[in-house]
């Protein structure tokens, strides 16, 4: 899924820069010279954890490894501020949610035993991104993003073999592309996000089946990872 989102971008891009060899009339040409840009955004992207297991054994001998085997596709929904700053840069707002699940996989090394587990997850964030846009042409403008987005999960579930911390912090960058059409821009975006955080909650008092401590055990570490095709419209 991943590469066929990246796929699709390229092609997006490659079909604008072809659609932008001749010079013709701007649509919207003093959008970009406002002060404060508004708008609002819808997406598509899937999530992810980076798992960094310990190999540690149990009282009983078993050792168990956790993965996140399979992705499922969320959606986003949010609203943008956007302040310009010079003609090539911009610092944009852009507070958002993004639900979306994972399936976290646990298999024994010796006997094959498998334990899952669905994690739901409703994150609200505020990213502040700074966006590097190159010349205008035509009614085309590539950019490139980098931001920070502060990020809480709204729906944690507690008395599971994984409990995760609500609160963490993404890196994100990524790439997009002003579309200036006659009454509105559009900007379609691939970005990819990367949490910073150990976000596995380790002191589980929360758990009233003590058997499912091993899966907790069994894990040093886990950072969240999303890709993420997002459509601006301004």
């Not at 796929?7 to 009339?25: E, G, H, N, P, Y």
């Not at 701007?26 to 609002?40: A, E, K, S, V």
């Amino acid at each position: 899924m991943k590469r066929i989102t990246l796929f699709l971008f390229i092609i997006l891009c490659v079909a604008i820069s072809m659609a932008a060899q001749t010079r013709k009339v701007q649509n919207r040409p003093y959008i970009d010279q406002r002060l404060w840009h508004y708008g609002f955004l819808v997406g598509i992207h899937m999530q992810d954890y980076k798992i960094v297991n310990n190999g540690i054994a149990t009282d009983d001998g078993e050792v168990w490894f956790a993965d996140v085997p399979e992705y499922s596709p969320g959606f986003s929904v949010g609203v943008l501020g956007e302040l310009y700053l010079n003609k090539h840069m911009s610092l944009r707002f852009v507070p958002t949610l993004s639900f979306g699940d994972k399936r976290v996989v646990w298999r024994e090394q010796e006997s094959g035993e498998r334990q899952s587990q669905n994690v739901k997850s409703a994150y609200l964030g505020v990213p502040i991104d700074l966006k590097f846009s190159a010349e205008r042409f035509n009614n085309y403008r590539p950019y490139v993003m980098v931001g920070l987005s502060p990020t809480m999960d709204l729906s944690i579930k507690k008395a599971r073999p994984l409990l995760v911390k609500p609160f963490d912090c993404f890196i994100e960058v990524g790439m997009g592309c002003d579309v200036y059409l006659p009454f509105f821009k559009l900007i379609p975006e691939l970005k990819f996000c990367f949490g910073l955080a150990n976000i596995i909650e380790k002191k589980r008092t929360d758990l009233t089946d003590k058997s499912l401590m091993k899966f907790t055990e069994s894990i040093d570490k886990v950072k969240s990872r999303m890709i993420a095709l997002t459509f601006y419209f301004e």
